[in-house]
């Protein structure tokens, strides 16, 4: 297992602060990765404390296996949205840090970077799936513009998509990321300043690939059901496109919605404070400066109310 390759957990201590309120409860760790948050969560727990870790990628699976021997902590091979298997109101605490990590962008052979040539697969679980090569090699135009664009928030999606269709009816289908960068490169028709052409499409296609988007959804509604009263629910994300899901998410749940069709004397809340002292913080200058990587993250905190489950 090669671990040469570091992974500098993003927004690390307001993370841990925000979600370790009691040192010998039950805690969740939705993406596990190269191990940073755990370890920091673990740091904070006592020795009743239990630490519970998921994560899609077999590689990160093997690191901590390896590298964490701790009775407290578990890790499962599972995307977090299987959280809702756990039973309602045992958890203390959840946090998702949304994203690729470093060692996955930095391999070439997972296929997840335009900056390296590799295989394009761009799977997080590289034992199940569809890569993005074996997508590509046979999707409709349409499709694959709608991906790009509603993923990417790519303007020119459509010439992106007919591109790749028109090259793989020419010499047949894409294998590599330089490839496809390349032929994305020839699409864009203007370019934005400090950033690669290809950005907005390798995000879109690697969403797709690992159905993103729907597994935020997924876990952030069972976080609803698992975490206890008083539990937090701790979410980092790095777009607009996760980061709108979680906004939205903290927002409908922390406001009462009134029954209207009742008489305004009579009108008794129709949907419950699921979650209240919502928060959002930003990572400070000093941490950008250390580790570019983490300019665009956001982590947005709740506390699940003391409201009976919706």
């Known amino acids: 297992m090669d671990t040469s390759q570091t992974h500098i957990s993003v927004l690390l201590q307001e993370a841990v602060a925000a979600l370790v309120h009691d040192r010998d409860g039950c805690y969740v760790d939705g993406t596990f990765g190269r191990g940073g948050h755990s370890q920091a969560i673990l740091a904070q727990?006592?020795?009743?404390?239990?630490?519970?870790?998921?994560?899609?990628?077999?590689?990160?699976?093997?690191?901590?296996?390896?590298?964490?021997?701790?009775?407290?902590?578990?890790?499962?091979?599972?995307?977090?949205?299987?959280?809702?298997?756990?039973?309602a109101r045992s958890v203390d605490g959840i946090l998702l840090d949304l994203g690729v990590s470093s060692p996955q962008i930095?391999?070439?052979?997972?296929?997840?970077?335009?900056?390296?040539?590799?295989?394009?697969?761009?799977?997080?679980?590289?034992t199940r799936g569809q890569s993005a090569a074996d997508w590509l090699a046979t999707a409709e135009a349409q499709q694959i513009a709608e991906v790009i664009r509603d993923y990417g928030e790519e303007r020119f999606a459509a010439s992106i998509a007919k591109a790749i269709v028109a090259r793989r009816q020419e010499r047949g289908r894409l294998s590599s990321t330089s490839e496809l960068?390349?032929?994305?490169?020839?699409?864009?028709?203007?370019?934005?300043?400090?950033?690669?052409?290809?950005?907005r499409t390798f995000q879109a296609i690697r969403i797709f690939v690992n159905a993103e988007l729907e597994e935020l959804k997924q876990a952030l509604d069972a976080a609803l059901l698992t975490l206890k009263p008083g539990g937090v629910l701790a979410v980092i994300s790095f777009h607009s496109l996760e980061d709108r899901i979680v906004k939205q998410f903290m927002q409908q749940h922390s406001?009462?919605?009134?029954?209207?069709r009742q008489p305004a004397i009579a009108q008794r809340a129709k949907t419950?404070?699921?979650?209240?002292?919502?928060?959002?913080?930003?990572?400070?200058?000093?941490?950008?400066?250390?580790?570019?990587?983490?300019?665009?993250?956001?982590?947005?905190?709740?506390?699940?109310?003391q409201e009976a489950l919706a």
Do not use: C, W
């Not at 930095?106 to 590289?126: V, Y």
């Not at 390349?182 to 290809?198: M, N, Y």
């Open 45 to 87: 727990l006592g020795p009743q404390g239990l630490l519970l870790a998921y994560d899609k990628d077999p590689q990160a699976i093997a690191y901590a296996q390896a590298t964490i021997n701790d009775a407290r902590f578990e890790i499962r091979h599972a995307s977090f949205a299987s959280m809702r298997e756990l039973p």
């Open 255 to 260: 406001r009462e919605v009134l029954d209207r």
């Open 106 to 126: 930095d391999t070439p052979q997972r296929g997840f970077s335009f900056r390296h040539d590799g295989p394009l697969d761009m799977r997080m679980d590289t």
């Open 181 to 199: 960068a390349q032929l994305v490169a020839g699409a864009v028709k203007t370019r934005e300043p400090g950033q690669d052409p290809a950005t």
């Open 272 to 305: 419950s404070m699921l979650l209240r002292d919502v928060q959002r913080v930003r990572p400070s200058a000093d941490e950008v400066r250390a580790n570019p990587r983490a300019r665009s993250a956001i982590l947005r905190t709740a506390v699940r109310s």
